[in-house]
Every structure is written in structure tokens, then in C-alpha cells.
């Protein structure tokens, strides 16, 4: 039971490039997250999905897609990357959406250069 | 925007001290958790307090909820070095579906 994976653990990208960020969770949780955390500003929401087949928008949505391609998997793409998105990404699950103890990935640390 | 402010920012201190930090808001919480955050990982949920006035205790850490709900304290009793992390209070606001973070506590405990 491995939880909540994510892959990469670390990415250097140009500005202008492009990569999608995967997360798994093998829990069978409906709702799934993705955060970004930067010093100083805490962990801020950027889309979720309640439960399979639905996303929206969180706090910082702009720059970046998701795709939830099944309950397992919820996918986070920059499209044009830019300095600005140089963070550290967790992404979350949690049981449903009432329910909200949420378990994290390790994360991770993207930089744009 | 329902802010969680905690304090103090940056906590140092010495292995056997007890010490108290605290998450503050002005608005209500339907449930407020509290998280721990070691270097390179990311948060584990500690505990989730749903009642004002609530008190619930993990070993020598103990987490209050205020009558409130609008704040939250977590005490932790003579600190061991395996204390040291980030603590995170995350809460849910009335009529919400998603969690508001606090920036969090940074604790260090020197052996």
C-alpha cells in the first residue's frame, strides 16, 4: 500500500516548456489535489477534483491544467512553464469530499530557469 | 478568503522544553486539523478536532480547539529532536469544501 505517489521527485525546465506532473493514490479515495508551496506563503490550492470525472478551480488555478483520467490518477500540467511556477507540488487525497483528512505525496520540486 | 494565522513563525528551543503554538483566525471552522511536515516530505495528517473546546492528545502532543472554532493551539510536552518539522493547522470553513492552510510553525528542537 503505497499511498499517494508522484513522479518526478525533482524537474529543471526552461521557461517556455511544458510537463505534466503525475499522481497516483491506491486508497480507492474519491477526491483528489494539487497543491503548491512556496516559502513564507504556505500551501495553496491550484485545481481539485471531488470525485472522478470532475475538476475545478482552487486558489492559484492560472498557468496550469489538470486531467483526473481515472479515480487513481490526477494529472497537473504547465503548459508553458515560467519562473513564477518554480515550487514545490504536492498533491493529496482524501476520502471524500465531506471527509477532510487529507494524505499527501512527497512531492515535487520543480524549478524554472 | 477565511486566513488561519499561526504563531509563532520559527520556534527554536531545547530537547526536554515544552512549548505551545497557536492557530488563529476570525473567522468559524467547521473542523480544524493539524499537520507535521519533516524536510523533503510532505505534510501527515496529526489530528482533527471537530467540537469547540475540544481536547485531544497524541502521546505528549495535545491540540485544543477553541469554544469558538475560531482558533486552535497544540502543546507539546517536554520536546524530543524527532519533534522538529513544520507544523500546518488547515481548517474548513462553513459552507466549504476545501481546506485553508495556515503558513506555519517551524520548529526546531536541539538535542
Known amino acids: 500500500n503505497a499511498g499517494v505517489t508522484q513522479t518526478p521527485k525533482f524537474q529543471v525546465l526552461k521557461t517556455g516548456q511544458s510537463m505534466t506532473l503525475q499522481c497516483a493514490q491506491d486508497?480507492?479515495?474519491?477526491?483528489m489535489y494539487w497543491y503548491r508551496q512556496d516559502p513564507g506563503m504556505g500551501l495553496r490550492l491550484i485545481y481539485y477534483?471531488?470525485?472522478?470525472?470532475?475538476?475545478d478551480k482552487g486558489e492559484v488555478p492560472n498557468g496550469y491544467n489538470v486531467s483526473r483520467l481515472n479515480k487513481r490518477e490526477f494529472s497537473l500540467r504547465l503548459e508553458s512553464a515560467a519562473p513564477s511556477q518554480t515550487s514545490v507540488y504536492f498533491c493529496?487525497?482524501?476520502?471524500?469530499?465531506?471527509?477532510?483528512?487529507?494524505?499527501f505525496g512527497p512531492g515535487t520540486r520543480l524549478t524554472v530557469t | 478568503t477565511q486566513l488561519l494565522e499561526q504563531s509563532p513563525q520559527f520556534l527554536s528551543i531545547q530537547e526536554g522544553e515544552n512549548l505551545t503554538v497557536y492557530c488563529n483566525s476570525s473567522?468559524?471552522?467547521?473542523?480544524l486539523q493539524w499537520y507535521r511536515q519533516e524536510p523533503g516530505e510532505g505534510p501527515v495528517l496529526l489530528v482533527t478536532?471537530?467540537?469547540?473546546?475540544e481536547v485531544k492528545k497524541l502521546k505528549r502532543l495535545t491540540f485544543q480547539f477553541g469554544d469558538a472554532r475560531k482558533d486552535s493551539s497544540l502543546h507539546i510536552t517536554a520536546a524530543q529532536p524527532g519533534d522538529t518539522g513544520l507544523y500546518l493547522c488547515?481548517?474548513?470553513?462553513?459552507?466549504?469544501?476545501?481546506?485553508?492552510f495556515g503558513k506555519g510553525t517551524k520548529l526546531s528542537v536541539i538535542p
Open positions: 486508497m480507492n479515495h474519491n477526491s
Open positions: 493529496a487525497s482524501q476520502e471524500w469530499q465531506g471527509n477532510y483528512e487529507q494524505y
Open positions: 478536532v471537530v467540537t469547540g473546546g
Open positions: 477534483s471531488a470525485s472522478e470525472g470532475t475538476t
Open positions: 473567522s468559524v471552522f467547521s473542523s
Open positions: 488547515a481548517g474548513v470553513g462553513a459552507g466549504s469544501y476545501q481546506l485553508t
